[in-house]
């Protein structure tokens, strides 16, 4: 029987070593971090809209995340990404978006989540070069 055979010492050194690790996201979580399945972007991009760039006087800024992230994690990323003190995040998911395929009506999740962040008065994140 194939199941109770004896394995060789150079059979049991290969199942022993372990690759070597794999540079992870800076935000990433520990576990599983040097996993490359387990990359994620957090920060996707900011938002660039007419509503966004008049908050935007307002030390408020927009950005589109992950949605499986949470707000002190949104806090720290932007913190180090932008160098600013963040004071408040306040978050919110993009609806479903209704759609239709041969007469059958249904919805599209769109798994957007934006943010809005707001920086410490006196400090600016530059979204793009003027």
């Known amino acids: 029987m194939a199941l109770f055979t004896k394995k060789t010492a150079d059979e049991k050194k290969v199942k022993t070593?372990?690759?070597?690790?794999?540079?992870?996201?800076?935000?990433?979580?520990?576990?599983?971090?040097?996993?490359p399945k387990n990359f994620e972007?957090?920060?996707?991009?900011?938002?660039?809209?007419?509503?966004?760039m008049m908050l935007a006087e307002n030390n408020t800024y927009i950005f589109m995340v992950n949605p499986r992230i949470?707000?002190?994690?949104?806090?720290?990323?932007?913190?180090?990404?932008?160098?600013?003190?963040?004071v408040k995040v306040n978050t919110g998911k993009i609806s479903k978006e209704p759609t239709s395929f041969r007469g059958i009506s249904s919805s599209?999740?769109?798994?957007?989540?934006k943010a809005m962040v707001t920086v410490k008065k006196g400090q600016k994140i530059e979204i793009f070069n003027k």
């Open 41 to 52: 972007i957090r920060i996707q991009k900011p938002l660039v809209s007419e509503k966004a």
């Open 17 to 35: 070593q372990k690759n070597e690790p794999v540079l992870a996201h800076p935000g990433a979580k520990s576990s599983g971090a040097n996993n």
């Open 70 to 86: 949470n707000k002190s994690e949104i806090k720290k990323e932007i913190e180090h990404i932008y160098n600013v003190d963040v």
């Open 108 to 113: 599209k999740s769109v798994g957007i989540k």
